[in-house]
């Protein structure tokens, strides 16, 4: 099993920044890809960014060149660097990871707000 602990949630201004973190423990080698998703009260849950062991990534149209995926692998921990946010970024940001089973985080919450 795959346990996913997210943090770094938080209220920030439009135009700021944050970094999501999503420490995993348990079965990690198994885990092949790793991704951020985000909802939206009202609104189906959508894919953010992942990146796969190799290090391959994908982002939603929505966030390129703003946001940024990464691993680091001695801490077993991915990054979601998240810059110039909208007001639309507001939502609940799930860490998930895929290998021998399916692994969901708790979530953490961004808000962008003025």
């Known amino acids: 099993q795959v346990q996913l602990v997210e943090s770094g949630g938080g209220l920030v201004q439009p135009g700021g920044s944050l970094r999501l973190s999503c420490a995993a423990s348990?079965?990690?080698?198994?885990?092949?890809?790793m991704g951020w998703y985000r909802q939206a009260p009202g609104k189906q849950r959508e894919l953010v960014a992942a990146i796969t062991r190799a290090g391959s990534t994908n982002y939603a149209d929505s966030v390129k060149g703003r946001f940024t995926i990464s691993r680091d692998r001695a801490k077993n921990t991915v990054y979601l660097q998240m810059s110039s946010l909208k007001a639309e970024d507001t939502a609940a940001y799930y860490c998930?990871?895929?290998?021998?089973?399916?692994?969901w985080g708790q979530g953490t919450q961004v808000t962008v707000s003025s």
């Open positions: 348990g079965s990690i080698f198994s885990i092949n890809v």
């Open positions: 998930k990871a895929v290998g021998a089973g399916v692994s």
